[in-house]
């Protein structure tokens, strides 16, 4: 059934695409690229302390083509961080990629057929430290996630319901999610929900996506994804990824965000402090202030 949605959502995708004709079509194109850079200094401070440097950097573009009813979405969002504190290695704090192409045909006022797939994955390993029993001060680290470990394909075939340009509501019967896990160690462990020594998970069943790009008040935007998937043969358990960016700006140049992310699901176990593994919120947030460049 999974290799047959494949095969159906890209025959649909394609056949869309090459309907539309060049001479009819609108192009827009959007995009922000920001700097954030974090200090502390501290030489003989009696109150106590540590110096600390943190970096990062954030890319947003999007593509939307439009001809007569047709919509094609294109958009690609990165993120990357990290800090160093004291005597410490410099360490990660943020790191996505997302890459998500949708296209819709209007059939009437609000409500259109799409086909939509979103990719994420992350650009560098991921650690978990913990301290060293055998050398006091030290830490000891476990590589934890990597590139494409995990990695995540969603391909969705359904109805969209946009009651405004700020609002979309994405519900998808015909849904295939695919779960990719590279680092051999990682599948061996049977991390992120694949079967142990495998590197791939594939499951089918129905998602809903809403999403929201709302102005809050004068130069303040905010922009929020909530994405929720139940497979059907375990229809009820449902997987969450919500994710938000306030956007704060302050000039030309410069400007602030807020991003939070919470995701659930169930076959992700992470590590309890009592020593047990089990399923759990996870929830993110990362606050920047910096530098902000149009890149269109």
Known sequence: MINRLVVIFFVVFFS?????????????KTGTWGLNF??????????????????????????????????WTN????????????????????????????FTQR????????????????????FKFRADPLNEGEELSEKIS?????????????????????ISVSLAPTSGKF??????????????????????RAEFGANLLIAADLPVMENISCKSSLNLFSSYDEFGTIDVNWE???????????????????????????????GSVDSAVQFKHVLNFGLNFALF
Do not use: C
């Open 244 to 274: 938000s960016l306030f956007v704060m700006k302050i000039n030309k140049w410069f400007n602030s965000s807020l991003g939070t992310q919470l995701i659930y699901d169930k076959d992700i176990l992470i590590a309890q402090e009592d």
């Open 75 to 102: 958009q690609f969002d990165f993120a990357l961080g990290g800090a160093r504190v004291g005597d410490k290695d410099f360490r990660k704090t943020d790191d996505n990629i997302i890459l998500q192409t949708k």
């Open 107 to 126: 059939f009437s006022k609000k409500f259109r057929f799409s086909t939509l797939g979103i990719f994420r994955t992350q650009l560098l390993d991921g």
């Open 16 to 28: 869309s695409l090459n309907g539309q004709e060049l001479d009819s079509i609108q192009l827009t």
């Open 38 to 71: 974090a200090n502390v200094g501290l030489s003989n401070w009696a109150a106590g302390g540590e110096s600390s440097v943190a970096l990062g950097t954030v890319l947003n573009s999007k593509m939307v083509r439009k001809k007569g009813l047709g919509t």
């Open 179 to 200: 779960t990719f896990v590279s680092d051999q160690t990682l599948a061996d462990a049977g991390a992120f929900g694949v079967s142990a020594g495998e590197h791939s």
């Open 146 to 166: 990597g590139f494409m470990a995990p990695g995540y394909l969603s391909l969705n075939l359904g109805f969209d319901y946009q009651p405004s340009d700020a």
